[in-house]
């Protein structure tokens, strides 16, 4: 028979919840994570074969953060016996003028970090990647940190780990009411009645409708991005994993690339380039005319890949305003955390988010990356 109260309830098993039940778990903490649909599920942000991990941002505060986050995977890694970082090396290039100004800007935060990198102009990069048709002006930051991490083997793991360290997991059950408390918050889902000290609220795209048990609303907006594979036309072992990398290319639509586990293939997407919408109208139908955006753009930047596409999938990203996430304590509620906002870029970080979140319960501070997380910028 399930006791129904605990020390901590995390609402939502994607990234976030799912590493924040393991690391609360691993602390000896009574943990319940409920998720509303089956564990590593289609319908939110966190499934599929790749998720490119990198400390190459322009923003030192991330790299910082990843560089934290690396360390947290390997220790999952030793705990569950699973391989989920596989590091491959990556690219971030640009050719014109602000693409290239965050080339730059991803080049000095990676030297501030201390990390590894090479500065390839256009003919090195065209040597070393001949498979990218390039102008003169190109400029790149090759990482040979950058890698990949499958996030629907990722919650899987998160999960049976909190699972294995005492956590009770229960899916297919949606929390339809918080009733909020300082000391006891009370959850109510469509199967039972549960109370805890402590709450984390990582509900992705959801989360607004929940804050409205806090009276409060955050400026996110929810989009539907795309991703789709394509088999190169000619030259198929150059786009093997061992011979292309992971690619960020900054341009007016930043486009990236993930070299396929399974064949020579290359997943390709825009990052930022999908509709608005409200999660309940979400119903992952494929956007054909995407897919031949992305042809047009590798017919043009990479052409022997513009060749037959496959396994074309949707997602969400539940964004902020200035694309930073969101991980704090909620105004007034000392006894409970959120995480959101991950704007297209949190999965990397999710074992990270997970700690900090334990910690803030905690303490009321984390020794993770997250000073520039804070919820305080979108109070008035
Ligand atoms: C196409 C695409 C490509 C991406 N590429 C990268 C990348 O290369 N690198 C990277 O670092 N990041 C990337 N991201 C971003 C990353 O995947 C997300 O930031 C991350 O997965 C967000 O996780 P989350 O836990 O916040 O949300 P989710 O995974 O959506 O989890 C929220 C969970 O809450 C559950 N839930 C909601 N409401 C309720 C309720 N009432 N009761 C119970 N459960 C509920 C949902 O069902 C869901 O499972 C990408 C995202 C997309 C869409």
């Not at 043009?300 to 890949?305: A, E, G």
Request: some cysteine; overall charge negative; hydrophobic content about 40%.
């Amino acid at each position: 028979m399930l006791s129904n109260n605990f020390d901590v309830i995390v609402l939502g098993a994607g990234a976030m919840g799912s590493a924040a039940a393991y690391q609360l778990a691993q602390e000896g903490k009574k943990v319940l994570l409920l998720e509303q649909f089956e564990i590593a599920h289609s319908r939110g942000s966190t499934h599929g074969e790749s998720r490119i991990f990198r400390f190459a941002y322009t923003n030192l505060a991330y790299a910082e953060l990843a560089f934290q986050c690396k360390e947290l995977w390997r220790e999952l890694e030793k705990f569950s016996n699973e391989k989920l970082l596989t590091i491959l090396g990556g690219i971030d290039f640009a050719e014109d003028e602000i693409g290239k100004q965050n080339v730059l800007e991803v080049k000095n935060a990676l030297k501030q970090l201390g990390s590894e990198f090479e500065e390839l102009g256009f003919k090195e990069l065209n040597k070393r990647y001949p498979q990218f048709n390039l102008s003169k002006s190109a400029l790149a930051i090759y990482s040979p940190d950058t890698g990949v991490i499958n996030p629907t083997q990722s919650i899987k793991v998160m999960v049976n780990s909190a699972k294995r360290l005492g956590a009770i997991v229960q899916d297919n059950e949606m929390v339809k009411e918080i009733r909020p408390s300082k000391e006891l918050v009370e959850i109510i889902t469509e199967k039972n009645h549960y109370k805890a000290s402590n709450l984390i609220i990582s509900v992705g795209g959801w989360t607004n409708k929940l804050l409205k048990y806090f009276d409060l609303e955050l400026p996110l907006q929810v989009s539907q991005e795309q991703t789709v594979y394509f088999r190169p036309i000619r030259n198929h072992q150059l786009f093997t994993r061992e011979n292309f990398p992971v690619w960020i290319n900054y341009q007016g639509n930043i486009v990236y690339g993930i070299p396929s586990f399974l064949e020579p293939a290359i997943k390709v997407g825009f990052h930022h380039s999908g509709h608005y919408l409200d999660i309940i109208d979400y119903h992952q139908q494929i956007n054909q005319e995407k897919i031949e955006q992305l042809r047009d753009y590798l017919k043009q930047y990479i052409p022997d890949l513009a060749g037959e596409d496959f396994g074309a999938s949707t997602c969400i990203y539940t964004n902020t305003p200035d694309h930073d996430f969101l991980v704090d304590l909620l105004p007034n509620y000392p006894n409970v955390a959120i995480a959101a906002g991950f704007s297209g870029h949190g999965f990397k970080f999710s074992i990270g988010i997970g700690k900090a979140l334990s910690d803030l319960l905690n303490d009321g501070k984390s020794s993770m990356r997250i000073e520039h997380l804070s919820i305080r910028r979108f109070l008035v």
